[in-house]
């Protein structure tokens, strides 16, 4: 499986890195000044409310971070230190290549992901009328969002340079759902055929937002159907499958 | 699957498909999503605790735009501050404006005053307590009183030398301030109003002070009617939610009333906001009691202006209901004028009797 074998070693080379502890550190000192916060307001469910929105933003927003900007860098990083050329000269297809650079950025986000929530979740006390399904629900599709996030970025990493990459990737990321609704509502302003078909037309571009439950996790105790639940990792899998078909089409013939 | 696609094109195909289904299916997901989830575009943003960041963000805009609207009354006393509960002058002017309203229209329906020199023309900068402002008549307006300061005086301070720099070098002044002219504050409360556009007294003030430069901008009043029409467009009443803007609704009304002289619209205007009000009475707090028994009054005066004076005795009857066991000693005033002007009506014009009535 040289697929896992990239996977296997990206994965160990990113975990040397200080990326991932300083992001853990971080999110270690929120949920601290939280738990002392909550000590002296615990019976107030508003403040409950808040500390703990926005200990479950600061982890999704610190996976994301760290899964766009270890994606952005892994293969410009191997042209650039020419260390593609035994990797490929090895019985290695390109797909699996890029497989497995995929797997390791969304893995490292996973874990990213799963202990800085479990942190938040530890240490914050959740507010009242908080359901643990939809919690998880949440999670499962925050962790779908992030794969698609990953295709996404590698893919972009084969046309764009580094920092640009990693600036449009999260920008898309955070503010697609906002910019969206404003060009909705400006193409309905405009009307026309043109501006429907515009407005259809941007349905195609994946909308992270709608992965991130987070809010509904806070403002209700119904845990989302399953059937909705399963449509939208449904979803995340298209975009993952969508950004490999066009990365592998981009890297198929290109020289290194 | 890219392995068993072995050719780009076939790839591309694939893709531009997924695309193209993907467009045509995701507004189903989304649409759902969207349902859920309390997007902060949504009109119930306020009440909205389920985003942390959302919170912050909306704090910071709130706070925002009560700095421009602190500092528009700031431009108003030339930079020198003073503490906000002590100094309000739009408070202050609205309740004047109320009172002279009150008694203006109670003389201009009044047979006595009718027939008083219609033509005479009103003193600019006459006020009952010597204040003059360009909101009303003049262009300036004077502080009867000693107010205080931010920087203190030499009595309270125990700074010293200090004290007396800070009061050399910054704008100090006691006895008395000028007001400038409001016109300057009005971008100042613009800008809170882009910024917040629930902020009632941001909207209120910038209507006030707007109607106030119509001497030298003759379309002043219909800047600020359709102003307030944007105001009260923004903040129209929520499902199931008291409604929390009834000094937008007022000085509308009141724009329409008495600058427009068209009392049937400003009443159309009032009439469902009692209703909302009296439903939702218990819950608003006594800003929002005192901008409603504002409204019943405004009513009560349009019904007044149209001749229906049942109507207006009605409205006055149903405020003071509505607001006991507090007083308002104005709408029981325009209560005991309409009670005298039905019975004159009447006297003057007996009803119709049954067989009178065409069939």
New interface residues.
Partial sequence: MPAWLVARITFLETLRKKDYYVLLILLGIYALIATMLLQEKAQNDAIRRLLFSLGLTFSFGAAAILVVVLAARQVPKEIEQGTILPLLARPLSREQFLTGKFLACWLVGLIALLSFVVLIRLMVRPPLGFSEILFAQTIILKAAGLGALAAMTLMLSLVLPEALNITLSLGYYFLWGIVFNILQSALAFVGGMGGRVVGRGLYALPHFEMLNISRICLAQGEPLAWWLTLSLIVYAAVYVVIAFLVAFNLFEKRWV | ???R?SK?SQ??A??IA???M???V??L??G??AE??????TPDRER??????V??FRGLQMSLADICYAKSTHYQHRGILYQILDEDILGEEINKEQNQLTEGADKATSPTSAAAKPDEPAKPGASPNGHTHEGQTAEEHKHAGPRITEIPTRARDFRGIIGEVERKVKPFELGHVEHTQPIEALPWLRLATWINPGHEKAWVATAFWLKGTSRRNPRATSQAIALLEQAVALNRPRPDQPYEKQGLVYMLGNLYLIESNNPAKALALLEPVLKQGEKDFAQLGEVQRDWLTFNFRNAALACRKLNQHEEAIEICRRGIALIFPVEDKPLKQILRREQQLLKKARETKPPISPKDKPA
């Fill in positions: 699957m890219a392995v696609l780009p790839r591309w694939v893709v997924a695309l193209a993907l467009a045509g995701s507004p997901l989304v759902r999503i859920l989830i309390p997007f902060p575009l909205d605790e389920s985003s942390g960041v919170r912050i």
